[in-house]
């Protein structure tokens, strides 16, 4: 009985990922921030510092507001098209509740960052955590990801969330490999030499591979997830008379 009780409770916290929106909107938005990064990298001709207070400005206001649109977008898709198929209706979402999924949404993005400056710097000396950071910063972080979504898929019931844990891993794995075997700059003191330089960017160009291979990760997952759930639903829910 017990688990018969966890499963129905599983279930209902699956809900929102049943048809596969969430995922493919995840990951659309996991590769538009890659893509914007990794553009911007290609065709800049700025000093590095002015270059960069850009980018992450351009890129935190791009990230609030695509994900806003993103959560529009997937609200009036269950509203139009999953609701009516399964006879459920969505709740009236409070502000409050909006500012702490868009809060938790944010931080899910930037406290892996952060993190992970922190302790490299606590555990290290200056010049071998940027000397390394084209490698060990996109598998960390790759880690933390896949930690979470496994964590994630765990509490909902969701198999698929553990290979999808595992492949964003081993894309993490596969980055920090690829920069290992172009070898690491030879950085010293000054931070802002040349092989400092080329250190952090080739550590977001690590990065904008790792977000660009999870959001085809999480894409492709939702992409199959709704070609499975519109196959078994493929009409609208009605009510016996």
Not at 76 to 94: A, E, Q, S
Not at 95 to 124: D, E, Y
Not at 130 to 135: D, G, K, Q, Y
Not at 182 to 195: A, E, F, T
């Amino acid at each position: 009985m017990d688990k018969q009780i966890d499963i129905a409770i599983k279930r209902a916290r699956s809900y929102w990922f049943v048809d596969g929106f969430t995922e493919i909107a995840l990951g659309g938005l996991l590769i538009l921030l890659a893509a914007f990064l990794l553009l911007r990298m290609k065709t800049s001709q700025a000093p590095f510092v002015s270059w960069f207070l850009s980018v992450t400005g351009q890129i935190t206001l791009l990230k609030i507001v695509s994900f806003l649109i993103v959560v529009l977008i997937v609200w009036w898709l269950k509203d139009h098209f999953t609701y009516p198929r399964t006879g459920f209706v969505r709740g009236n979402i409070t502000a409050n509740q909006f500012f702490i999924f868009v809060r938790n949404v944010i931080l899910f993005l930037l406290l892996p960052i952060a993190g992970l400056l922190i302790v490299s710097m606590l555990t290290s000396s200056t010049g071998a955590v940027l000397r390394s950071m084209p490698v060990w910063f996109p598998v960390g972080l790759a880690l933390i990801w896949a930690i979470f979504v496994m964590l994630a898929g765990e509490w909902m019931g969701l198999f698929r969330f553990r290979l999808i844990g595992g492949m964003i891993l081993l894309a993490g794995i596969g980055v920090g490999i690829w920069q290992l075997s172009m070898g690491l700059p030879n950085v010293q003191s000054d931070v802002l030499q040349p092989s400092v330089l080329e250190s952090i960017n080739r550590t977001l160009i690590g990065l904008g591979v790792v977000m660009l291979i999870s959001g085809f990760i999480l894409a492709c997952s939702g992409i199959l997830t709704f070609m499975r759930y519109r196959k078994e639903n493929p009409e609208p829910y009605r009510e016996d008379a």
